[in-house]
C-alpha cells in the first residue's frame, strides 16, 4: 500500500532530522565546547559547489608529468565565508566530524543488517553477526595486528591497496566475507539454505572462530591492549578516508536491502508460504545474506565488533512501528545511526575515553529491558 | 491474470478429479498432473498420482490422515519439486515455470501459517499480491481493488486494520483465504480450509469458491470432511460410479483406477521421524 510507503516517508524523514540534529549537537560536545551555531558555520563553510569549467591551454606548471586527459578543470568555489575560530574549524573538522560521521554510518548499517537478520532467521536473538560475519572480521583484524606478516601471505594479491595503510580495514573484511560465505556453503545442500542449519552453522563457526580470537590473543603480547580495544568496537582515529568508503557502500547496501523488505515480510510467514505467494525463497535469501553480510563486514571493519547496536535497535524501533519491512528497516538503519551517535559521543566525553562497544551494551540493555516491561510483545 | 479466467478449480484440502467441460475452453487443463511420485522422509507419500482439473470446476478430495493431501496441493502450487512425474499448469510445465508464474495460476490457503508477527490483517492479504508487485515497485490500484474484493468475501474487512496475532483461529483462517483470492488466480487450493471455522462461516466459504467459478454450478451440501459442493469428493472411493458423480456430470476418481485407498498400504509404521531429514 502506499499508504505504508507514507508512513515509512514520514518516519524516516522525522528520524533523518533527528540524526542531522545528533551530529551537530555531538560535533559540539567535547573538552572544548563548540556552540552548535558555530558547527553548522563550520560545516556551510566546508561546502564547495562547481564554480565554473576551465579549459587548460597550456602545459601544466611546476615541471609535474603531463597529463594524458583532457584539458578540462573544474573550479570549486566555497558559497559561505562565514567567520569562525580556526580552532574551532580544525577540531570540528579534523578531530570530531569523521569520527561522529563515521558513527553514524557504522550505526546505520549495523542496525539494518540487524534487522534483516532478526526477520531472516525470525529469531529475536539474531544479529549482524548471526553467520559468523563479526568473528570472521575478528579473527581477520587480530590477526593482522598480531602477525601482519602472516595476514599478508593470504592478502597477496591486494597489496596494491594496502599501500594506505589500510591493511586492518581490510584484513577485517576479508576476515567477514570468508566467514561469511563459508557458514553459507556449509549451510547450503542441493541448492537449499534451510534457516535453522545456517543459524546453527553460524553459531559453530562464531564459536571455533572465537576459539581463534583467544589463541592469538594468548600470543599478541605487546599488541594485547590494542587487540581488546578493536574488540570493544570503537571509533577513536577515524579517517575522512574511511568515512568516505562507508558514506558510499552504507547506503548503497541498505537501500538494496529494503529492494527485499517485501520479500523479507513474506519471508516471516515461512517459507513454504513465501514460495506459494510467489517468492523465490532461495534467491531472495542468497541476496538478503550476501547484502547484510556485506554490510556488516564493512561497518565491522572500520569500528571492530561494536555489540548491541544491530540487536537492540531494531527490536525497539520495532515495538514501535511493527513488523512491517517496509517501515520497519529505514526507520531502524536510521535510528541506528543516532543512536551510535550518542553512545560514541557519551564513550568519548567521559574523564577517560572508553571503547564504544562499552557505552552500546551498557546503555541499551537498560532501555530495551525497561521496553520489554512497557510494551506487549508477540514474537520478535 | 486475466480477468476472463476467473473461473475457479477451487479444491479443498487437495484437488481433484478430472473432467470437464471447461477444458474444451482453451485445450489444455487448468491443472493437469500425471504420474506424480514424491517421496518425504523416506517414505513415499504419493505413488504415481494423475488427475486433471478443468476450468470452473470445484472438486473435493478427502483422505485419511497422512494420505498425502497436503503434499498433493504442495506438488502443485511448486513448493515442493516431485520425484517423478509432471505437474501441468495451464498447459505449461510447471518445472519450467518461476515461482511467480506459477502464483498468478494457482492461490493456496495454507493448513496453517506462521502468523506470529503483528501485521495488520490487510498487510498479509495484500501478501496476496506479491506476485504482481515488481521489486522496486508499489501496489497499483488493481492491486488495492483486489485485495478489498478478497477481505469483503472473506468478510475479513471489519477488522482489516487489527493485528493478526489478535484474531481467533477461525478469523485468521478467514484471513488466509482473503490471501488467497486477493491473487485472483484461475486456481484455487485449499487445504483443510474449514478446520476452524465455525458453523456460521463454513458455507460462506464454500459459496465464496462457487462465486469464483465460471460455471457456477457447484452446489454446497453440507459434510464433516468437507465442504465440497461434490461430496464425492473424489478419490477414495472404490467404485467411481458411487456417489462420485455430480448430476449431470460425468465423475472421476482419484486415483483412478486404484480400488482401494492408496494410503492404506502407504502409511506403515512411523520409525523414522518425519522432519528428520528437514535439518
Known amino acids: 500500500m502506499t499508504e505504508v510507503y507514507r508512513r515509512a516517508a514520514a518516519y524516516s524523514a522525522g528520524l533523518l532530522a533527528l540524526l542531522a540534529g545528533v551530529v551537530t549537537v555531538s560535533a559540539g560536545v567535547g573538552p572544548v565546547a563548540v556552540p552548535a551555531r558555530t558547527v553548522l558555520a563550520v560545516v556551510a563553510n566546508a561546502v564547495v559547489v562547481p564554480a565554473g569549467v576551465e579549459w587548460g591551454t597550456g602545459v601544466a606548471g611546476g615541471g609535474g608529468p603531463l597529463t594524458a586527459g583532457p584539458p578540462l578543470r573544474v573550479r570549486f568555489a566555497h558559497p559561505f565565508a562565514f567567520s569562525v575560530s580556526e580552532t574551532h574549524a580544525a577540531i570540528v573538522m579534523r578531530v570530531r566530524l569523521p569520527r561522529i560521521l563515521l558513527a553514524a554510518f557504522v550505526g546505520v548499517g549495523l542496525a539494518a543488517a540487524g534487522t534483516v537478520m532478526q526477520g531472516f532467521f525470525r529469531n529475536p536473538m539474531a544479529d549482524p553477526g548471526v553467520i559468523g560475519v563479526s568473528s570472521g572480521a575478528a579473527v581477520g583484524a587480530v590477526s593482522w595486528i598480531v602477525a601482519p606478516s602472516a595476514v599478508l601471505a593470504f592478502l597477496g594479491p591486494l597489496r596494491p591497496l594496502l599501500a594506505g595503510g589500510a591493511g586492518l580495514q581490510l584484513a577485517a573484511f576479508c576476515g567477514a566475507l570468508v566467514a561469511g560465505f563459508g557458514v553459507y556453503l556449509i549451510a547450503s545442500r542441493d541448492g537449499r539454505t534451510p534457516v535453522a542449519t545456517l543459524l546453527l552453522a553460524g553459531v559453530a563457526v562464531q564459536t571455533f572462530l572465537g576459539a581463534v580470537v583467544s589463541y592469538l590473543l594468548l600470543h599478541s603480547g605487546e599488541s594485547i591492549r590494542r587487540v581488546t580495544y578493536w574488540l570493544m568496537g570503537h571509533l577513536s582515529g577515524a579517517s575522512w578516508g574511511e568515512v568516505a568508503v562507508v558514506a558510499v557502500l552504507v547506503p548503497a547496501l541498505t537501500l538494496a536491502l529494503f529492494a527485499y523488505a517485501r520479500d523479507l515480510n513474506v519471508l516471516l510467514l515461512g517459507e513454504t508460504d513465501a514460495r506459494a505467494l510467489g517468492v523465490e525463497a532461495e534467491r531472495s535469501k542468497r541476496a538478503l545474506l550476501a547484502i547484510s553480510s556485506v554490510l556488516t563486514g564493512t561497518a565491522v571493519a572500520v569500528s571492530g565488533v561494536i555489540g548491541f547496536v544491530g540487536l537492540i535497535v531494531p527490536h525497539a524501533v520495532r515495538l514501535v512501528v511493527g513488523p512491517d519491512h517496509r517501515i520497519l528497516l529505514p526507520t531502524s538503519a536510521l535510528a541506528g545511526g543516532s543512536f551510535l551517535v550518542v553512545a560514541d559521543t557519551v564513550a568519548r566525553s567521559g574523564v577517560a575515553e572508553l571503547p564504544v562497544g562499552i557505552v552500546t551494551a551498557a546503555a541499551g540493555a537498560p532501555f530495551f529491558l525497561y521496553l520489554l516491561r512497557t510494551r506487549e510483545v508477540y514474537d520478535l | ?279
Open chain 2, 1 to 279: 491474470m486475466s480477468r476472463d479466467r476467473d473461473g475457479s478449480a477451487a479444491a479443498d484440502g487437495g484437488d481433484e478429479d478430472g473432467d470437464a467441460a471447461a477444458d474444451d475452453r482453451d485445450g489444455s487443463p487448468l491443472i493437469a498432473v500425471r504420474d506424480l511420485v514424491v517421496d518425504r522422509g523416506g517414505e513415499r507419500v504419493l505413488n504415481g498420482v494423475s488427475l486433471t482439473v478443468g476450468r470452473g470446476e470445484l472438486v473435493g478430495l478427502v483422505g485419511p490422515n497422512g494420505a498425502g493431501k497436503t503434499t498433493l496441493v504442495a506438488a502443485v502450487n511448486g513448493t515442493l519439486a516431485p520425484d517423478d512425474g509432471t505437474v501441468e499448469l495451464d498447459g505449461r510445465d510447471r518445472a519450467g515455470l518461476s515461482q511467480r508464474e506459477v502464483a498468478r495460476l494457482v492461490a493456496t490457503v495454507p493448513q496453517e501459517t506462521n502468523t506470529a508477527f503483528e501485521f495488520p490483517v490487510e498487510t498479509v492479504v495484500e501478501m496476496g499480491r506479491t506476485a504482481y508487485v515488481s521489486r522496486f515497485g508499489t501496489t497499483t490500484a488493481a492491486d488495492r481493488a483486489a485485495v478489498e474484493r478478497a477481505m469483503e468475501r472473506a468478510d475479513v474487512a471489519a477488522f482489516a486494520d487489527r493485528p493478526v496475532t489478535t484474531l481467533s483461529g477461525g478469523e485468521r483462517q478467514r484471513v488466509l483465504f482473503a490471501r488467497a483470492l486477493a491473487a485472483e488466480t484461475p486456481a484455487l487450493l485449499l487445504d483443510e480450509p474449514t478446520a476452524n471455522l465455525d458453523i456460521n462461516h463454513q458455507p460462506g466459504r464454500s459459496t465464496s469458491c462457487a462465486a469464483s467459478s465460471t460455471t457456477g454450478r457447484p452446489r454446497w451440501r453440507p459434510s464433516t470432511t468437507s465442504t465440497s459442493p461434490r461430496a464425492c469428493a473424489t478419490g477414495w472411493c472404490s467404485s467411481p460410479a458411487a456417489g462420485c458423480a455430480p448430476p449431470g456430470r460425468r465423475g472421476r476418481c482419484w486415483p483412478p483406477t486404484r480400488s482401494t485407498p492408496p494410503s492404506a498400504s502407504r502409511r506403515p509404521s512411523r520409525t523414522t521421524p518425519r522432519w528428520g531429514r528437514r535439518w
